[in-house]
């Protein structure tokens, strides 16, 4: 049985919040009890907001490649410059959208940049945006860690976004970087029960697990940024996103 | 709390089974006892197989077109005929490869079409191919009015395959039908937390619990090839595949 739980006590986070503790906090609280195997998953949002990346529009001084970029896509030229020292490639613009590669690896909309609401701060909350977690592999990696010191179990950790998708409309939960855990599962030389090999090879987990998290956290999502999974039925092993990243020679839809 | 419970006693189904039947009796024997708002989440294999969507491919004569498809993407000829025979339109092809655009309006490999393992049929086992359901959407309704009939309570069915992505490598479980669930959900006009406009706008929920689902079957998938959800955050409503599928004027990498 695979079960996830939504954690309904994690507090506004701040920049400089200790979000281990946070989190331990939050599972006490819904008395959840840590075992090896379990996972926790975490919005971007909480990552970000605790490691400080929030960025004053108004501190941002545009290139003139997102000057012209900017008119394009009609967005604020100081947000399509953020967009830009995110990405390692445009994609595609059109107006109201522009499509990244994120120097991460992965493809998505404005280079998971968003709006935040920091309340408290002063000024315009209008102007502050969040970028991603500088390494989210390594923000999964210290926050597992000191689950696991505190727990003293085996444990993943997974942060997660919200991506569209080619061909299909909505967006999904998808993993931007984890820890303790497999990306993708190689079926290879596996016989199915017949004793034919499988004609699928590969299957990307931890974007499943992702999926999953996503629904419980829905999208009002500050509420519900965390999300404990147990039963994950995939032995943990040390991992990282680069497996989901697929190489620009083997994509025939870029 | 969101549970997924993969359901162990499901025999080999077999053309003409009558699947709601196989599972109740599968619920039965794992202790389970429908409420409202479950969803029954089945792997396209077992549906297509009691449709008996099985084809011979000695049966196929491949088309001129077919057989030059064949050529390029290196697979037999007959097999290339079955696929575009439910395909609407071919989107890419290389060596091993063939992407299309399923008659049903999702794009994938090979159409769904997956070689099938017909034991007790007599002649080569290899032959055989299996279609996906002719009409997802229908098979999910008339297998879910069964199962609430037969519990009395408001249930969802789904239908997933295991689909490919652009830029991400690995197959994730994809919703291909639908019924007494949420597809897509509009999270339009509603305010965050602190009173503002959310950027994203729907959330593909269906796809979300596919890949949740899709990861308790696994890939060995013929052992576990339904599962049962409990907890989906989401209001039951009626809804449909379509509200899945990308218009091709809104989709920049096709």
Redesign the interface.
């Known amino acids: ?6 954690l309904t006590n994690i507090p ?1 986070v701040q920049p400089g919040d200790d979000l281990p503790e946070i989190l331990l906090d939050a599972l006490d609280h819904d008395g959840i009890t840590l075992s090896d195997g379990d996972i926790l998953v975490l919005a971007q949002k909480i990552v970000s907001k605790a490691e400080g990346r929030l960025v004053a529009l108004s501190q941002v001084t545009p290139s003139q490649e997102a000057c012209d970029l900017a008119i394009k896509v009609e967005k604020d030229p100081r947000f399509v410059e953020l967009v830009l020292r995110e990405s390692s490639q445009v994609l ?1 613009t ?1 107006p109201g ?1 522009l ?1 990244v590669e994120h120097r991460l690896g ?2 998505c909309a404005n280079a998971g940049i ?2 935040s ?1 920091m ?1 408290g701060r002063g000024g315009d ?1 209008e102007e502050w945006f969040l970028l991603l977690p500088e390494n989210p592999d390594a923000s999964a990696e210290r926050i597992r860690r000191r689950l696991e010191e505190a727990s003293r179990k085996r444990l993943g950790a997974m942060i997660i976004d ?1 991506h569209g ?10 993993s931007i970087g984890f820890s303790g855990m497999p ?3 190689d ?1 290879r030389g ?1 016989p ?3 004793g ?1 090999h ?3 090879t ?4 931890a ?6 998290a ?3 956290m ?6 519900i940024p965390a999300v404990h999974v147990r039963g ?3 032995p943990l092993r040390e991992g990282e996103l680069h ?4 190489p620009k020679d ?5």
């Open positions: 049985m695979l079960t996830l739980t939504g506004l595609r059109r959208t499509i992965f493809v968003d709006h609401n309340q909350p919200s998708r080619a061909w299909r409309l909505g967006v999904v939960g998808a990306g993708l599962v079926m596996q199915d029960l017949f034919y499988l004609r699928i590969e299957i990307a987990v974007d499943e697990l992702a999926g999953a996503s629904l419980v829905g999208q009002a999502a500050e509420s994950f039925p995939y497996e989901l990243i697929r083997r994509d025939l839809f870029r």
